[in-house]
């Protein structure tokens, strides 16, 4: 059981490094690499990310689940959630962040700030289980 855990995540590292190198491919073949310093890249991410942001403004739980369900509007927010993708991608590129490392600390972090025990079910900040 474990060697198949083992074989599905070589296969999903396989996946990530192929999509980093779509991305970067893209950008070199433009000639972006002059543009994409950290300051550039963070607000392409947060633009994009407002973006995505924008689709759901002022949507009920109802309306948003009926965007979801129609082609047309999923497809708009998948592009957005595409682009935001592709940002953090390429942030983490051009500024040599392992993502998958980053995460992994993050979530560790996480795990110390909300303990499942205190947090399940609730949505406060973690100063407020202190």
């Not at 689940?65 to 983490?92: C, N, S, V, Y």
Request: aromatic share 10%.
């Amino acid at each position: 059981m474990k060697e198949i855990e083992r074989l599905k995540e070589i296969e999903r590292q396989k996946e990530l490094d192929r999509l980093k190198g779509l991305v970067k491919d893209f950008c070199e073949e433009r000639d972006w690499d002059q543009f994409h310093n950290p300051k550039e890249l963070a607000i392409g991410l947060s633009t994009e990310a407002n973006e995505l942001l924008q689709l759901f403004r002022f949507q009920s739980e109802e309306q948003m689940r009926e965007m979801l369900g129609k082609p047309d509007t999923r497809e708009q927010i998948e592009d957005e959630t595409a682009d935001i993708f592709f940002f953090l991608l390429r942030f983490a590129q051009k500024n040599g962040i392992d993502l998958e490392q980053a995460l992994v600390r993050k979530i560790e972090k996480n795990r110390k700030k909300y303990p499942a025990e205190l947090a399940r079910g609730k949505n406060l900040k973690y100063t407020e289980y202190e």
